[in-house]
């Protein structure tokens, strides 16, 4: 009778807080693991008994409410008294049009049903944790560093409500002995850490007033006890003087499904510094009745529980982009593009290797910027540039690193002013400029520069020796040489990229005349010795290198050339670069040419690994052609490395005094005699570059 | 007897005084005309009667010195009183070490012997100012703005050399009658048109003290007047007060050869604020001897005369950059590379065609960056960019006119910052932004947007109209459509570039449907008719445009590519340009294929033009081919663009709202049954890149 009078019991629904590093590890798990992958995610929240009015409701995701991810080693922990574990899950959806055509209905139910099963199969008796779940719904727009997202935190629904009789803190419930002892129980409760983190247990209070708390299993062990009065406790996260919070509508479900009583006396347990404080702990009495419907197994009950927006439903979104470190953010966002072609187009993009690979860029021209750009863009972090020049007023509309800004005052060292201005575009790149000449062969120079030359030569020996890849972009054919000889003996990454006026050559150079015997146990392809090295620049040449800068006019020495021709011969210089970083072979890499059947393309699906690529503007057209090593190589053959271990500086010297010495020592001078000696493969007939194009680099 | 200790006549050497003026127009001159000809110049040199003790022994050369430029109608007038004219002969060589390999020695025998022939033809005492003449050798380095430089003032040397008998102020050696009478003659003569540049004159004084002056040739008319004293008078640009200045020589060694006098008196004439100071003026009289071979007319006398650089034979050399207005040093300095591939490359290069088109870029992304960075390289000057986005962190990687700053408080408009960007490369840009997005087919919008819509519509309209080129490279395939209709129908220079994940398509779009019919007259290929119009973007596609970005998942949306691709496929799309501007039928100029006969491509030195570049990096390759245009394309047909002439807006709007309209317009509707419908050309067989592949711009 009295029934319809007393109040329905309202419960005060979790409120999500989710810390930024959950959305930092999302995101990073999304990039580096997930990928495309959209299946569910079992996640974990968190949360206490109210020890705050401030801090009420809370369901709180840290970054470790995510699984780890696979590369690091740390092991999860459930929870802790103060982080007590909430199962989840977690639906991220690839696009936000998914996210908002979600069935969330469903997605609610099919939550509920765990629960609802749990509690029928008893589980949720022996793991009570198991009677709080929640529900992540996300769209994570890692472009802009926004997320979209919204929790449920499902909750089985009592037809009709559940009515209350009575509500007070606890204190005024029991006698003061009683609460003492109550106190005692629960903070020994919340100290065991096999306890500490269970969020609903049985409060026995024994007719001398002792207090003690048990798990919720032994309700079913010890019902009928009659010198036990029972209360249903929870850890409530609520602070309201008047009302429980949300982990008690699934504990009611529980005991009115499972042990089937109508009166349920419950307390809600909260904190004050740690402590249990029955002054603001409550302990009510509510009047639970079955549903009809719960009697049969099959019928999950309504469940109710997304969160509110504002007072409404609705979705949330937060950015991140305004409060994130800007180093941080720059590096996030610089890595996503590389991370993305993982998810589908690139899976076996080696993004370590690019990240850690030293490179070291000889010329900081044209050329020189425009690959230092494209090494950043493909996620290379360590990058040294060498040039001598000061930027003139004529080089920021080819060289893409310097404004005029750079011009002034006589301009600045090229090398300084592209260090600059690569860390403008990323904070976090590892770039250093130095300023230095490259010494050349067949540029004689007086005793007094002796010294000076040989410390650039030693310099760049140690340059090369401390880098992975070098590349070739200098303004002159004789400035490569130096570089061509050190990275043959160190047997480095070599790329060369040259500029005629209208067509290119960019090429790798062939692994060095000594490597085959030290390095031949990496390789398992026999045929691979000697006379199969790949040619380097000068391969082809039957003159040694000498001073090509004396006597030129104007247009040759600005070495005219078409704009478009360095940004293409840049750009494919660096993917070819990325092509060698991964094949098996590396540098050792046979040739390959274009045309090959797609099977093997597949395999490696950066795809081919050619020795050079020649393109043509007037035709619009890129060759891929194969050059072999030449024995008498001015700059790779076996006795001009030879001589340069065995002699050093003092062969260095020789060749930049003496023009005509390096063609002597390599039987140069003779060949010249027989033209035809060249091993050259074109990959294609007709429609050959002229041979005759002088390529150099502006 | 007593000549041994008479003094040996000394004589003060012209000084080179060279204006700023002088090199500017050498340095364009050089640039725009002469190219690598070296031929020698005449030039003009300037000197005056000393009328100020600073301003002593110039010979002063002004940019009117050079010939004036062919496209310039000014005529060069000789001279006048304080410019009277020295013929000078310039040789500016095209390298630095052609300038020092001068035969300095006989550069000077030859300008001497003109100086001699004229003596001995009579051509120096009809025509005075042959007596001085003067020679430049140089070489300008027009890429650092420095002239090295060298001057000879050729003098005839009198062996023994001439004695001076006496030197003293004209003003005491004439009677105050006849100094009073002479300064008037003076100041006639030099009032006089026809005699005020004439620096060699007769000094005439008769008996009754009058005195006159009167041309050199006047010696052999009155040779043995007794009734006269003569005096050989010079303008003097000497101001010391015991020598006359080098003008002097060629006339004592004319006196000497041709008149055969031993004792020659000789006036000094200086100036003071413009008139005769006889003050200052001074009157020698010097002991000439006839050397003995002079009576040989074959011998040509020794030469004196190369300028000494601080009391020492030596080159000089000025460098202009640092006193040049920094954006005039900055526009000739982007005017060097282009102008220097008219020397040998490309001498049909037209860059007032390239210095006046007017470029609009739909889409500032990593696209459009690198295609206006291309543009201005090629010197183009006239760009807007399009944009309706912000700088976000991950896009200075990728997008080359941005840096992090741009990233600051939300981002700059791309638009806004990619201008700023282009200004700080080349501050003579006249680069603009617009702020808007480009409506798009199959984006249904509310009513409310409709007007806003309808706006950004005219205005792409008239953007459009207002350039003479449009590049499309903004981020989905529907945000090209409007722009193609319209391009279609107002027949603009369409080129596109797009981008898969490692491949590439840059194509320029055919004319107008309507086009033909207006501008046939240009034409002269008959078989240029309707069928054979090249086709645009969306010739190939069985649908229309609809909303691409709904639904992506993130890499799709970032529209993953390696970074190779967008700099070589901008540097193709700003040839392909180029190729069209220089095209004589422009944008109705037919496709051509690589592999064209090379006779053909020499006929054009840029190449073919095609209308299609494929190129694939894992191939390395790089394909032309040909599309022509399909009568249901949903963007250039006949069908299409009548519809936006006859309803404009109307058309558009329905376009935006109705997902299928453009299908029905067009028949694709239907069409789409029958799938092969395309005339696509391959210009080759075999490894076509997979059609299905998305392009879209990042």
Tied chains: 1, 2.
């Excluded at 504990?251 to 249990?276: D, Q, T």
């Excluded at 600045?412 to 230095?436: C, T, W």
């Excluded at 000498?546 to 050339?561: G, M, P, W, Y």
């Excluded at 092509?579 to 390959?592: D, M, R, S």
Aim: hydrophobic letters at 40%; a negative charge.
């Amino acid at each position: 009778m009295e029934e319809e009078k007393r109040p329905i019991l309202q419960f005060a629904p979790f409120q999500s807080v989710v810390d930024e590093g959950f959305w930092h590890r999302l995101s990073s798990l999304k990039l580096n693991e997930l990928g495309i992958d959209d299946s569910p995610i079992p996640i974990s929240g968190f949360y206490a008994p109210c020890s705050h009015p401030q801090v009420s409701n809370h369901l709180t995701l840290l970054s470790e409410s995510l699984p780890s991810e696979a590369s690091e080693k740390s092991s999860t922990s459930h929870g802790n008294r103060n982080r007590c574990w909430v199962p989840g899950t977690l639906y991220n959806t690839n696009t936000l049009e998914t996210y908002h055509g979600l069935d969330k209905q469903a997605l609610l139910k099919a939550e509920a049903k765990k629960i609802w099963d749990d509690i029928h199969s008893g589980k949720a008796v022996e793991d009570s944790t198991l009677l709080s779940r929640f529900l992540l719904i996300s769209y994570a727009d890692l472009k802009k560093w926004s997320f979209h997202y919204w929790f449920a935190f499902p909750a089985l629904v009592l037809e009709p409500a559940a009515t209350l009789n009575d509500i007070k803190p606890a204190s005024q419930w029991f006698s003061s002995k009683e609460a003492e002892s109550l106190s005692a129980a629960c903070n020994e409760w919340r100290q065991m850490t096999a306890t500490a983190d269970v969020p609903f247990f049985l409060v026995s209070v024994k007719s001398d007033s002792s207090v003690s708390l048990r798990p919720l299993k032994d309700w079913e062990l010890c019902d009928g006890d009659g010198q036990q009065v029972f209360v249903v406790g929870f850890y409530d996260p609520c602070h309201l003087p008047n009302n429980p919070g949300w982990p008690l509508r699934n504990l009611l479900a529980l005991i009115a499904a499972r042990w089937n009583i109508n009166k349920v006396r419950f307390l809600c347990y909260r904190e004050n510094r740690g402590f249990a404080d029955l002054g603001l702990s409550l302990v009510g009495e509510a009047l639970v009745s079955v549903p009809t419907g719960w009697r049969d197994h099959d019928c999950v009950p309504t469940a109710v529980g997304w969160e509110l927006n504002r007072s409404k439903k609705g979705s949330r979104c937060i950015s991140l982009a305004k409060t994130m470190d800007p180093t941080r953010l720059v590096v996030t966002a610089a890595d996503l593009n590389l991370k993305l072609m993982r998810w589908r187009a690139l899976p076996s993009l080696d993004l370590n290797v690019l990240f850690s690979v030293k490179c070291l860029l000889l010329g900081a021209g044209t050329l020189g910027c425009q690959v230092a750009r494209m090494l950043m863009a493909w996620g290379v972090r360590k990058i040294t540039l060498v040039d001598n020049g000061r930027v003139a007023v004529s080089n920021p509309l080819r060289q893409s690193l310097y404004t005029l800004d750079d011009c002034l005052n006589g301009g600045e060292y090229k090398a300084i002013a592209a260090v600059k201005s690569l860390k403008q575009i990323f904070p976090a790149v590892e770039a250093e400029a130095v300023v230095m000449s490259i010494p050349m062969p067949g540029h004689p120079i007086s005793s007094q520069e002796e010294e000076s030359v040989l410390n650039d030569c030693r310099r760049l020996h140690d340059l090369i020796d401390s880098h992975d890849v070098v590349f070739l972009l200098t303004d002159t054919r004789e400035s490569r040489w130096l570089p061509t000889v050190l990275c043959a003996t160190s047997n480095k990454i070599t790329i060369t990229a040259a500029l005629g006026f209208d067509s290119f050559l960019v090429m790798r150079h062939g692994a060095g005349p000594f490597s085959l015997s030290i390095n031949m146990s990496n390789l398992s392809l026999s045929e691979n010795k000697g006379k199969h090295r790949l040619g380097c620049y000068f391969c082809n040449d039957v003159v040694a290198p000498i001073d090509s800068t004396a006597n030129r006019t104007l247009d040759q020495q600005c070495t005219v050339t078409r704009p478009g021709l360095a940004p293409i011969a840049s750009a494919l210089a660096v993917e070819l670069l990325v092509g060698i970083l991964h094949h098996p072979n590396g540098a050792y890499a046979e040739a390959e040419h274009a045309n090959v059947s797609l099977s093997a393309s597949y395999e490696r699906p950066l795809g081919i690994l050619p020795h050079q690529i020649r393109g043509s503007l007037p035709q619009f057209s890129q060759i891929t052609l194969v050059g072999h090593s030449s024995k008498s190589c001015t700059a790779c053959s076996e006795t001009v490395v030879s001589e340069y271990r065995n002699r050093g500086m003092e062969f260095v010297l020789q060749a930049i005094n003496h023009p005509t010495y390096l063609e002597d020592l390599t039987g140069l001078t003779e060949l010249m005699k027989s033209a035809n000696t060249f091993d050259l493969d074109w990959d294609k007939d007709g429609d050959a570059i002229d041979d005759e194009d002088e390529f150099v680099e502006i």
